[in-house]
Structures are given as structure tokens and as C-alpha cells.
């Protein structure tokens, strides 16, 4: 699919501004693509399509969610995560996309997981660092993206689980998966 089919569908979906986001995600990984030497075709459409089903009512993700045997255990955390997995399974299903590293870079885009592939790598920072995002921490993870991809995530990982510990939230468990899988390599 070429990126201007793409983005036409995805902005049917979201907002003005989360289309905004999503051209920087695009972007983004492009870069890191080039950087890393990932497929950017892949991640440019995982990029475009990772947010997808954000603003899906939360009730047809949850139907979706038990209705396809994702992990129920994701209705217990916050609803933040549930357009990812969601999102996957609507982009199949939908949009027609059948490939299963895209797909997969979208499913893992808010909670990571172990074993991370290369490209769902790229998407989880391209998410995190777009250059439309302001917050405590980002910059530091912009500046180790351009000199370690790992670092990069660690840090993006760490800030994350340090943020939901402040607010008393608690933290699913494929995140800490993600943050030890990581540390241990």
C-alpha cells in the first residue's frame, strides 16, 4: 500500500491533531529505519496505521478484545493500551494489511514486549521521541536514539514505568517484560 492510500485511510480515523502525531511517528521511523537498517516500507506503514483504532469507543475494543482472545488481562490495565492489540487486528481486518511484522509493531507499540523484532523497536520510539512530543525525559532518549537503539529504548521503557509508579498506575506486565529482556541482553 503507498503512503498516500494509507494516510487518507488513517485520517478518516483519527483526529486532526492525532494525525499530526502520526506524520511525525511516520517520519521518525523512517529515519530510524534508514538508521538501523530496517525495511522502511514496513515501518513507514506501521508507523502510519499504529494508532489506528485510538479512538475506537472503548466498548468495541473491549468486545474486540474478548471476542478475539487477546489477553483479557489487558482490560484490567488502562484502557491507553488497548488501541494497539485493537488496532492489529483492525488493520487485518479492515484495511487488508496481512503482513504480520507490521502488524505486529502495531500490536506492541504501547506495552513492548521480550524478544522485541527490530521493527517493533523502531515504531515503540518513533511513538515515543516524534518530534511533536514534549515532556520530562524525551530528549534525552532523542539524543541516545542517534547512537544506540537499545539505550534508547531502555530509557523510553524506564521513563514510562517511573511515570505510571508516580501516578499510582499500575504498570502491565509485558512493559516490565520489555524493560528486563532489554537490561538482560
Do not use: C
Amino acid at each position: 500500500m503507498e503512503r498516500t492510500e494509507a494516510l487518507e485511510i488513517v485520517k478518516k480515523q483519527i483526529t486532526k491533531h492525532r494525525y499530526e502525531h502520526t506524520l511525525g511517528v511516520m517520519e521518525t521511523a523512517i529515519s530510524l529505519a534508514q538508521q538501523y537498517g530496517a525495511d522502511e516500507k514496513k515501518a513507514e506503514l506501521s508507523a502510519i496505521f499504529h494508532d489506528y483504532a485510538k479512538f475506537r469507543p472503548k466498548d468495541e475494543m473491549e468486545n474486540i478484545i474478548v471476542r478475539e482472545k487477546m489477553p483479557e488481562l489487558l482490560l484490567k490495565f488502562n484502557s491507553e493500551l488497548w488501541h494497539a492489540p485493537v488496532g492489529a487486528f483492525l488493520v487485518k481486518t479492515e484495511v487488508g494489511i496481512q503482513d504480520e511484522e507490521v502488524l505486529d509493531a502495531i500490536k506492541y507499540h504501547t506495552s513492548g514486549r521480550a524478544q522485541m523484532t527490530l521493527l517493533e523497536k523502531i515504531i515503540y520510539l518513533a511513538d515515543y521521541i516524534e518530534p511533536g512530543r514534549h515532556f520530562p525525559g524525551v530528549e534525552e532518549v532523542r539524543a541516545l536514539a542517534e547512537k544506540d537503539l537499545n539505550e534508547a529504548l531502555i530509557k523510553a521503557v524506564q521513563n514510562t514505568i517511573l511515570f505510571l509508579m508516580k501516578k499510582n498506575q499500575p504498570v502491565y506486565p509485558e512493559t516490565f517484560n520489555t524493560y528486563n529482556d532489554l537490561v538482560i541482553k
